[in-house]
């Protein structure tokens, strides 16, 4: 008999209710705080780009992840959802540079869709927070990254965080000593696997996949299982290529080096930064520096903040050469450890008022929301209780469900005496304000 | 021989380059702190909905508006892409109220998207920002509303703006009046376009498009085109159905009457709101107070926040009856008029940074860094120019194209000395600055 269409969000796509939302608003806010103070500039591009933008020369795995939109009235599927912030940066770089100048860094923050099979922490639509520095081979922008990174967690309230750094140029070095210069893909894809399936797997999939000798997948293994404190693994990648040098290895250890000096400088804590040369990055993309970001009290989640350094963004759509360095906050998956250590941005609260204006008498809306007027005026979120025949004790209950803390609440006597009372509701204490102390006693006690 | 893809953004949608993004990012900041001011929560639904959630019965309008996705490895296309920010909003209330909890006030913010016809101001991919508080049917609902619209631009930074209210109980009263109740629909979307075609224009599709009689087209007429100060016109809408006393107008004139007693003790001024009984924004969905907002300088661009009063949010999904009442802000209009009133949020700035330390000793990078993060502390944006290839004259022309107010520079002979020159870059005058003051001389200049 019912018609009801049954309320339900398709699978893979979620809503945000409101103390999740409340916590992502906060991480995003930061965010763009951190990349603000170091001049990156907040650019948007449509959710819908051309196929031929989004897609690669065809085969691409990614491609089969990108949703097709159809055109409004008609069935002509030209168009599609943007699967990352990259692609759609890569074209509007090519589009505007000349207008833009160089070096150019922006920040981006928003929704991208994959068509991916929906998973634990593996949603089809999810947030993605960008920054890059494009323009530049200079490693001060490599530099930075890390710096940014730094930052960021600090922003958001995490003290336990490691940022993973590599330098792509070590294994390319490597892998040109060995004339295995065309084999950087498939090595890199087993080598990407080292924390799951151990090294003895990679070495043997490596020989397999990559068609590389035992020997030389062991060379690889070797360097990138280099371990120690973060000068000593330097100076052992050092001590690797001093038989046969060679100049990328040598630029990449220079690189890396110089990231630590002007980290320590500028003064990043020295734990928060490890040289880890294992860190592979599966995609080809990279080209020099790339970063990992680990919470130390939930390394299984994965890598929340990642990126690089890559040759060039936007060869499919310009000559112009950009080189470029950036990373990416994975927003989603970093909330979704927020939520499972308990992180003190999730509050329970669902309110970002933290005062509630009981409505007892429905002829003083006008003073109530005269004194919510000033309370706001002071910085201080109020809600006035929109509902004049609910009962105090339903208003006291609806404050405490959504986290208030404060009631105010004035009733004839109250006005006869020109006070209000002010209730704290985790303390349960109740006190008359004249109201003339009101905007300020409560500024103190929220 | 170029194997290029053409940059460009599909036919109706565009791409926000920093200036204007800089602004949108301001605006939202701006509306997201008033709406939480009030105790509006955030919550955000996906972009994609199911297709029998997303439309209509069948035949509606704004069915044929609507992107359709295609599942990400089929050609099945079962989902859309949002047209509103309501439709979902509605759906999801049904879907957790009962969690949730009632009165609850929402904001969302988000993109989206319509199928129609691109011209001037009308894109296919537009920002939508949404207000509603569902659960209620007080008036101190419909008040607060119109509180909210005059926060929120006076937040903006507008001075000069007009709310325009009506109730759509006083034409249900005189439609009821006339026996011509089932007439609504086709009445409020000829009444809709007394600005535009006039009245004689307006009273004939009347006659020919609801078939009452010009007579019945008239007295619709005269009501909307009651003219005066705010209380003037509700006293002549008194007057005007003293004769026939309808309940629905005199409760519509009661919930006027008292939104602008509210709102003068809540200090309005009272030039920010006008009652208008023209006003019918053209959908049947709302049934009690309607908002729109004009801007003084620029009415002719149109509305750009409209809302009102509806009976049942989501009568398709739920039989939990759900009144409520909301308002949404255009952002993309509104960005519109900024940019052709020339509106100070609009800088012509490119980059959200005050300071450019110019990257002068490329051996120095950790002083800079040092130095940048040392004024980040004290909330000042800084970056460090990353190139150390540039010549200082590009370095400068770099930060005066982009906006930067100062520029900090310090070479061998400033760092022999411990001082940093800091150049203002509008006054073209440079000052040596101990590093000691260095942060606080800076604060104080930007």
């Not at 591009?45 to 491609?63: F, I, N, Q, W």
């Not at 947030?127 to 494009?134: K, L, R």
């Not at 140029?169 to 498939?186: D, M, R, S, T």
């Amino acid at each position: 008999m019912s018609n009801l269409i049954t309320p339900r969000t398709l699978s893979g796509f979620r809503d945000y209710l409101p103390s999740v939302m409340l916590a992502r608003e906060e991480v995003l806010r930061r965010a763009r705080e951190v990349y603000r103070s170091y001049g990156f500039t907040p650019i948007d591009t449509p959710a819908c780009e051309s196929l031929d933008v989004l897609l690669g020369k065809g085969g691409d795995e990614s491609d089969k992840l990108v949703y097709r939109v159809l055109s409004a009235r008609g069935d002509k599927a030209e168009m599609g959802l943007r699967f990352d912030l990259t692609v759609p940066f890569a074209r509007f770089s090519a589009q505007y540079i000349n207008e833009l100048g160089t070096p150019f860094k922006r920040y981006a923050m928003g929704p991208v869709w994959r068509g991916e099979r929906p998973g634990q922490g593996r949603y089809r639509e999810f947030w993605q927070c960008d920054f890059d520095t494009i323009g530049t081979t200079s490693n001060a922008a490599d530099i930075e990254t890390a710096l940014v990174i730094n930052d960021l967690f600090t922003a958001i309230g995490f003290d336990k965080f490691e940022i993973r750094v590599n330098n792509r140029l070590l294994l390319n070095g490597l892998l040109e000593l060995n004339g295995l210069a065309g084999k950087a893909e498939p090595l890199l894809r087993s080598l990407d696997k080292l924390p799951k399936i151990g090294r003895e797997k990679v070495a043997e999939e490596m020989v397999k996949e990559a068609e590389v000798t035992a020997l030389q997948a062991n060379a690889v293994l070797d360097l990138a299982e280099t371990t120690g404190a973060n000068a000593d693994v330097l100076n052992k990648a050092e001590a690797f290529f001093s038989a046969s040098p060679n100049e990328k290895a040598a630029e990449g250890i220079r690189r890396l080096r110089e990231l630590l000096t002007v980290a320590k400088a500028a003064g990043v804590p020295e734990e928060r930064i490890k040289i880890d040369l294992s860190i592979a990055r599966g995609l080809d993309y990279y080209t020099g520096t790339i970063y990992e970001t680990f919470l130390t009290d939930l390394p299984g989640i994965g890598s929340v903040c990642s990126g690089g350094r890559y040759d060039n963004l936007a060869s499919k759509y310009t000559k112009q050469v950009l080189p470029g360095v950036g990373a990416s906050l994975g927003v989603d998956r970093l909330i979704a450890a927020m939520e499972e250590l308990k992180h003190p941005l999730l509050t329970g609260q669902t309110t970002p008022a933290q005062v509630l204006i009981v409505n007892f008498d429905a002829a003083r809306l006008g003073d109530y929301q005269r004194i919510a007027r000033a309370l706001r005026a002071a910085c201080v979120n109020v809600e006035v209780y929109p509902d004049t025949t609910k009962k105090i004790g339903t208003q006291f209950a609806y404050a405490e469900k959504r986290g208030f803390k404060l009631a105010v609440v004035a009733g004839p006597a109250e006005f006869e005496q020109g006070v209000w009372k002010v209730k704290d509701l985790a303390k349960r204490e109740e006190t008359a304000v004249p109201e003339a102390e009101l905007v300020e006693r409560i500024k103190q006690q929220v």
